[in-house]
């Protein structure tokens, strides 16, 4: 069960239900710090080769709404907010992120950002070199699940997401194992029940050949006549 719950399978459907596939930081002077779902901005992106993927990208944004994009070659590209910005190989859209804004709308927007689009295989590695599945006892069958990371909104996401699709796959899985029980159940039922139609069919037909009546003089015993 360990195994199971670090299976690369299992991280992959867990992963479809967090967003973890964009990751936004903002760039201090001193850190950056992942935002997760703390991000004033939102990235929305379409990247045209893998090469893009899984590379820190920079982004500035102006009190005025400017955004500058600036890629790992140092190539810039210049839009504004809300518009489509394409690149050589990308194209990015920014968007506030108004939720978040309508809560808190004293937070620092114009500032310095990274974003990273992450491949779907760069993901499930860092989240299984993150995870940690131990057993809490060898004698009771409780797991404990643990997810190393800067963000504890993000920790606990990545561990629920884990054990709702643990938990899912496992209801799934016996309800599958119950339904081909029943299925197999029913076809024997069947089988038997053809083949006692066909012994009786049998019986009857011997009768018939061999002129041989069968005559109850009470409910039990039988007595049994030839002619």
Not at 17 to 26: E, Q, S
Not at 80 to 85: A, E, L, S, V, W
Not at 204 to 211: E, L, P, S
Request: hydrophobic share 35%; aromatic share 6%; net charge negative.
């Amino acid at each position: 069960e360990v195994e199971l719950l670090k299976s690369e399978v299992l991280i992959e459907k867990a992963l479809n239900l967090i967003p973890a596939d964009t990751v936004i930081y903002r760039v201090g002077e001193i850190h950056t710090k992942e935002l997760y779902k703390e991000s004033p901005i939102e990235v929305h992106a379409t990247m045209l080769s893998e090469k893009m993927l899984d590379k820190h990208i920079a982004l500035t944004l102006t009190q005025q709404r400017d955004v500058v994009i600036t890629t790992p070659d140092g190539a810039q590209y210049n839009g504004k907010i809300g518009t489509p910005i394409k690149g050589k190989n990308f194209t990015v859209t920014i968007t506030l992120n108004e939720p978040l804004l309508k809560e808190r709308p004293n937070m620092d927007v114009d500032d310095n950002y990274e974003f990273v689009i992450h491949s779907r295989r760069k993901l499930i590695t860092e989240i299984i070199a993150g995870l940690d599945v131990t057993s809490a006892d060898k004698d009771i069958p409780i797991l404990r699940v643990s997810y190393k990371c800067a963000d504890a909104k993000k920790s606990a996401d990545v561990v629920n997401a884990i054990a709702n699709v643990y938990i899912r796959d496992h209801i799934e899985e016996r309800t599958k194992s119950a339904d081909t029980t029943e299925q197999f159940l029913t076809e024997q039922l069947q089988d038997y029940g053809n083949r006692l139609n066909n012994s009786e069919d049998d019986i009857q037909q011997y009768r018939d050949r061999n002129n041989i009546c069968l005559l109850y003089t009470s409910p039990s015993p039988r007595d049994y006549c030839a002619h």
